[in-house]
């Protein structure tokens, strides 16, 4: 089966997605495309040989349709995703799933009306060759417990209209599932320090460090800091009881140069996690392909870090430490 897809928001990383989906993700093509912003949406239909649309639900509902990317701005994310679950297609939707809680909650009753697992979040870090290498160790219990983890999330220049509460829903919400995801266990507190900020930050807090803590008791720091102009770069450093793990610095070489030795930094996360994205959609096609379960992040934990967020924005704003209260999953969501 060859899975006909159709891309919403066809901004930096819509336009991206659709051109994987266009060239190199085999088993689907992308049949159509759909952007508020319609000269955005005409440039990579031309592009990519897709149908630009001008109403989203049309697109959501065409039969030249099977599965629908979503990448408009956070706050839309929901409705769209609801319109694909009353549909009963399978959606991808960028993170954050929503901004806040509710808008996870209303995703989840729907999904669970749908009576399928039919919604997958786009926290493509689980696709990541280092990222999965440190899980792999994590898993086989080698090194032992963990006890600490330093999480750094640096871009060189913010998103446009970024807010104190946007670095924590859009920026930080990555270092919630890969905490949850790699230590496989939920994060029970958060706290957020407040650093002077910096000249660039433009009235928001950038940076901030947030501290957090998991269920079984290991820490957890993750500085987010989005204007820290000399380029793109994500760490992660996993401390435990008989040994460390360090995720690579990906650049492929070294260069030498008047009496220097220096490696390269992306821009933005594009060339960073490229191979994680399109591994990320080859799998999200794949599973659409075969009707199986989405194998990425599930709908609960986009809310779980949606929980995260709500509690560190409230951290934040407070200077408290926030509980994060995760209730009981019901049996329908996944
Ligand atoms: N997984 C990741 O690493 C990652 C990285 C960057 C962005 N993102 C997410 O992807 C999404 C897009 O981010 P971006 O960097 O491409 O931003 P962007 O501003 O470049 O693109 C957003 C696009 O959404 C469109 N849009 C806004 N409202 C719309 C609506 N109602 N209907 C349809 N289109 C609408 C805009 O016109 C724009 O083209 C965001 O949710 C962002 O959080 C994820």
Redesign the pocket.
Known sequence: MTVRTGV????????AHARWLAGSVSGCELTAV????AG?ADSVATECGARMFDD?VVLIKDDDVDAVLV???????E??VLACLAAGKPVLC???LAPDVAGCERVLAAQAEAGASLTTV???RRYDAGYLAMRDVVQDGSLGRPLVLHCVHRNASP??AASSTTLIT?SAV?EFDVVHWLLDEEIATVTVHRSRPASAAAGTQDPMLLVLTTASGAIVSAEVFTTAAYGYEVRCELVAERGTLLLDDPAPVVLRRDRQAGRGLPAD??PR?AQA?QRELQDWIQAVAVEGPARGATAWDGYLAALVSAAAVAALETGLPQHVRVPERPALYR
């Open positions: 919403i928001g066809t901004g930096v990383m819509g336009a759909y952007d508020i912003d955005q989203p990448a408009s701005s956070d706050a839309t994310h409705q769209f960028e993170k954050p786009g926290f493509m998103v446009a859009s990555h996360w594009i996690f994205y």
